[in-house]
């Protein structure tokens, strides 16, 4: 898993994203991709970054050498929530700091699934207070409840709010927001927040829903 041959992106689209990075301009950089970005070594994810850590390495690299700030990545495919300070290395304290979170190169929003669990009720407390033990970069977990996160950006922060399900077998069942943690502009590192995002006047419709049992 550690062989540097190991490539997640392919050379010729590692190289468009590192090229896009460098010369954006953009307020908030978003990377939307497919699963779990952020370092978790108590959970071995081998189909996450984790299993290929030099091309991880190369991107963060790519990140610090060219100052680029605002990145929000956003990840998938685990079947659980999580809000993380993304580094380098988040286990050396000459690297990244979890109280002032200096040495934040990106934060990462994981949505669960809306449907679809991973662990059972035991393994996710479980594992929810191994992260919350061992993992400080790592600002919050859950992986019992399923849902999704909503993204809102402004120039002064990017917040990742989750809203998670009582039931997922009824077209009737409570949806309540669970937590809420933002990048603010200038600091990169996250944050907790009280409330999710307010609902825009001008925002788009969403998009029909069709549910079938």
């Known amino acids: 898993m550690s062989s540097p041959t190991r490539q997640l992106l392919g050379a010729d689209q590692e190289a468009w994203l590192f090229d896009g990075l460098a010369r954006s301009s953009a307020h908030w950089k978003i990377l939307a991709q497919q699963i779990v970005f952020v370092q978790f070594p108590q959970i071995w994810n081998q189909f996450g970054w ?3 850590p030099t091309a991880r ?8 050498s060219n100052n680029v700030d605002g990145m929000v990545v956003l990840s998938g495919d685990f079947h659980s929530s999580w809000a ?6 988040p286990f050396d304290p000459s690297v990244y700091n979890p109280v002032t979170g200096e040495g934040t190169l990106a934060v990462e929003f994981v949505t669960p699934g809306v449907t679809s669990p991973l662990f ?3 393994d996710a407390r479980r594992l929810e207070d191994e992260v919350r033990m061992n993992d400080p970069h790592i600002k919050w977990t859950n992986f019992s409840n399923r849902g999704y996160v909503v993204l809102d950006v402004t120039e002064e922060r990017a917040q990742g709010a989750w809203f998670h399900f009582d039931r997922v077998d009824l077209a009737t069942a409570t949806e309540t927001f669970a937590r809420a943690f933002a990048s603010r502009a200038g600091a990169q590192s996250l944050v907790a927040e009280a409330e999710p995002a307010q609902e825009r006047a001008d925002a788009p419709p ?3 829903v069709r ?3």
Do not use: F, W
Not at 57 to 64: C, D, F, I, N, Y
Not at 84 to 89: A, G, H, P, R
């Open 206 to 208: 969403l998009a029909p």
């Open 120 to 122: 059972s009720p035991a």
């Open 84 to 89: 993380s300070d993304i580094t380098e290395n």
């Open 50 to 52: 984790d299993g290929y």
């Open 211 to 213: 549910i079938e049992l």
């Open 57 to 64: 390495g190369r991107l963060l690299e790519h990140v610090r």
